[in-house]
């Protein structure tokens, strides 16, 4: 019997962390597990993601000293979800994530690494917790993949450097400091030298970090289990038997083949970010579907959301916000493609403000991106675009960079000749040139610069949670968001809305089982990560609150296939 022709216990339909958790976890329990994905790389998502990880109460927690309150996890949850706080599944992931990084750390390759202090986004709401629940994926040698290490997808072009991955934490610290520390200078200088020796010798870098290095840890994990994972293979459609999932037509090699399963079909496609349709149908600001902007993986457009629609399933329209809102900006790169550019943690710095094409303030710069574009919608409520621009001074500039602008030495007349970054040389000056009324630029700047002096943000409290500081430079007294906006010339780049990814999925029970309307399961359908609705109630908790939960539920989707005799019936 050929492969393309034997059965197999679990079809797995993604290779992000939701799948490749499922996948591996079934595989470990012994079953028979194939991959397929609908892309020519593997990773997913979670290759260009930041390969952080939210779970509360892990063993790397403990290890840190920190032992949070036995309920503070659900009722900060509760706090976040709000009126889609689905109790029994925040249950589920509360229990099973901290066994989910036992089992991995212990029994695979993929390890992981938690700083002291990274607090919930809202680390001050009730059961909010100043560090112990964020951990980041621990950076990879890509050479432990051999050969396969060509087919792992990319980071984002516009989070690197020369093709180099930043690792989180103390290695961007040390890239900011380059110039102020012969620490960080030789730090610097040694990196660099290790990854022009590798793009010389095998074509790129060879140490990855973040998602990049999640993915490449999880796909080493499959293979050590000789999972096979057949890429340009999208899943066309569902086979069903009296009401039950059976396997998926999957097209290879340019032919549809009907894989049938023993167990169960497995969704983690991603979610639907370049889904146009439903963009317009969930996300408020795109009543086109095109006024949306997204660095995630372009096959990324909602198959896994339409296989479970076709066999019952369905997906909550209500969700307060579809999708992981993030800042983004458009950067045109050398072959003349659309980039797109999050913005994580510059608005945080010190001396950068946002201002609406009104030319005011909007909100606290520092908040995280999922809230920051939140106030930019209400904001532009009424406007035919959304959109915002972040302002700074030169010296904040070459200090720290903004966007795609990095940092001093590297140059910026790049920037300038495409448009991306706008220059004047007076504030009123810039504001012609972005478009804004000089005049209340000018105002809104003075009063930021006034607030600066003292520290205290009277408008929009920039600098005043956990969080804020965290983003901020601890070295800028006596608030480290804030600094006066002073010395020309004067920047800004246009900010427009964008995704890490989507909430909104389809409805799915503790064990990850795709449910009806009426409750009950479909039979032998299971759907991880962006394919099910996230448990977070389209709200943003902290860093790492996608991929927490993907590798929790896919590692329970991959024990519920192991144990499905004792899998209830119902709901």
Sequence with gaps: MSEQESMYDVLVIGTGASGMSAAITAAHQGLKVLVVEKASVYGGTTARSGGWLW????????QQGIHEPADAARSYL?????????ADRVA????????????FTNKTCVQFDMPAVFPDYHAEAPGGQPGGRSMVTRPFD?????????????????????????????????FLRAFKSLESFWYVAKRFGRHFADVLQHGRGMTLTNGNALAGRLFKAGLDLDIPVWLNAPAQKLITDQGRVVGATVVR???????????????????????????????????TGHEHFTPSPTPNTGDGLRLGESV???????????????PTSIVKRKDGTDGVMPHF?????????????????????????????????????GSPAVRCWLVCDHAHLREYGMGAVAPFPLPIGKHLKSGYLKRGRSLQELAQAIGVPPDALQEEVEAFN????????????????????????????????????????????????????TFAGLATDRHCRVLQKDGQPVRGLFAVGNDAASIMGGNYPGAGITLGPALTFGYIAGRALADQAELPTGA
């Design 253 to 287: 090699e340019g032919q549809p083949i009907d894989l049938r399963v023993r167990r169960g079909v497995v969704l983690a496609c991603g979610g639907f970010p370049h889904d146009i349709e439903r963009r317009k149908q969930l996300f408020p600001h795109a009543p």
């Design 92 to 103: 589920a992931f509360i229990e099973n994530g901290p066994q989910a990084i036992d089992f």
């Design 78 to 86: 509760q706090h976040e979800a709000t009126t889609h706080f689905d």
């Design 345 to 381: 943690i510059d608005r945080a710095k010190p001396g950068v403000i946002a201002v609406t094409p009104q030319g005011r303030r909007f909100t606290n710069e520092a908040l995280s991106y999922h809230d920051f574009i939140q106030d930019l919608v209400k904001a532009c409520a």
């Design 312 to 326: 019952g399933g369905w997906v909550d329209p209500t969700i307060p916000n579809a999708a992981a809102w993030c």
């Design 142 to 174: 890509a050479r432990e993949l051999g050969q396969h290490v060509a087919q792992l997808a990319p980071p984002v072009p516009e989070l690197t450097v020369f093709g180099m991955m930043l690792g989180s934490g103390k290695e961007l610290w040390h």
């Design 55 to 62: 779970i509360p109460g892990t063993e790397l927690a403990k």
């Design 450 to 501: 006034r607030d600066a002096i003292s520290g205290t943000d009277t408008r929009f409290a920039k600098g005043s949670t956990a969080y804020n500081r965290y983003q901020g430079d601890a070295l800028v007294k006596p608030n480290p968001c804030m600094a006066p906006i002073q010395h020309g010339p004067f920047y800004a780049i246009q900010v427009v809305v964008g995704d890490i990814g």
